[in-house]
């Protein structure tokens, strides 16, 4: 009688080790493991070959940081994030009356998924978004305009996506793409 063959070992995607990498940083950042600890770490993440490798590595860290919500809102006026701010993986953006606008072209985004939740009533919205960014519009519902947005014709690999999703009233989401990569 033949034995049927294992499985074989899952080999480590970049995704994978980029993920480690991070989360090794993090649990040193905030103080859950010293310096020592933390380059022997990272170089058991640099040279797994295997995703078992990689889990022996991160053994004992913390719960990974699934990132931050916040939560911009303001009753009327404007909302405005431009420049290299730091995304949250999930931001959650409420405003009554007034414009919004969101600019992620030069922004820290650390997640390969962000979320960004609108309960919009009355106004306008734009949000730009990188220049290699995926944007995911199904979570959205509008309810007097329809939403402008162009997708790229050649998005690259490595971009952030960008899931939207929430509600918009009286007024209109307009998303494009940045022109430029940041500098």
Do not use: C
Request: aromatic letters at 4%; hydrophobic letters at 35%.
């Amino acid at each position: 009688m033949t034995s049927l063959p294992e499985d074989p070992p899952l080999l480590v995607s970049e995704d994978d080790r980029d993920a480690a990498v991070r989360r090794v940083q993090e649990a040193y950042a905030e103080g859950h493991i010293a310096h020592e600890d933390m380059d022997e770490r990272l170089q058991r993440v640099l040279t797994a070959k295997t995703r078992g490798e990689l889990a022996s590595a991160l053994a004992s860290l913390p719960e990974e940081n699934a990132g931050r919500t916040s939560t911009i809102a303001a009753a009327g006026g404007r909302i405005k994030r431009r420049g290299a701010w730091h995304v949250p993986r999930v931001l959650k953006v409420a405003s009554a009356f007034g414009r919004v606008r969101l600019d992620l072209s030069r922004a820290v985004i650390d997640h390969p998924v962000v979320d960004i939740e609108l309960q919009l009533g009355t106004g306008r919205a734009k949000i730009t978004v990188p220049r290699d960014a995926i944007v995911d519009l199904e979570g959205l519902h509008t309810g007097w305009k329809d939403t402008r947005y162009k997708p790229r014709r050649h998005s690259g690999p490595g971009g952030p996506r960008i899931r939207i999703s929430g509600t918009m009233g009286f007024g209109r989401l307009t998303i494009r793409h940045a022109r430029r990569s940041p500098v």
